[in-house]
């Protein structure tokens, strides 16, 4: 199963976002311990074309998710929300809103 997860970026290092997006990894495997995770790399680390590129860059990429996670603080960011609009509208399976079951489970990781 491939895995889109959408997190604030902003102000974070390469480092802290390769360890997250490696730890939701992690949780998913053990959530779904007979599907193959695969999360999709969506750090873009050339912004020289601007924010709206990026993004652009990054809805590119969650079109080839299985599923979209939306990781804790989400909705503090701008990108991650278009993101969600995106799902909600072209019917992507994700989970990390309220309105998910699965959520419950993840409360301790997402919202």
């Known amino acids: 199963m491939k895995v889109f997860i959408s997190m604030p970026m902003s102000g974070?290092?390469?480092e802290e976002i390769a360890s997250r997006m490696a730890e939701i990894g992690?949780?998913?495997?053990?959530r779904f311990p007979h599907?193959?995770?695969e999360v999709l790399d969506s750090l873009i680390e050339d912004t020289s074309k601007g924010?709206?590129?990026c993004l652009g860059r990054t809805i590119m990429i969650m079109s080839h998710a299985d599923l979209v996670v939306f990781d804790k603080e989400w909705r503090l960011a701008?990108?991650?929300?278009?993101?969600?609009?995106?799902c909600s509208y072209y019917g992507f399976r994700f989970f990390g809103d309220l309105r998910t079951s699965l959520n419950k489970m993840f409360k301790q990781f997402f919202i």
């Open 12 to 14: 974070k290092s390469k």
């Open 78 to 86: 701008r990108g991650c929300k278009i993101e969600f609009d995106v």
């Open 26 to 30: 992690e949780l998913l495997k053990t």
């Open 51 to 53: 924010p709206v590129w």
């Open 35 to 37: 599907d193959k995770i």
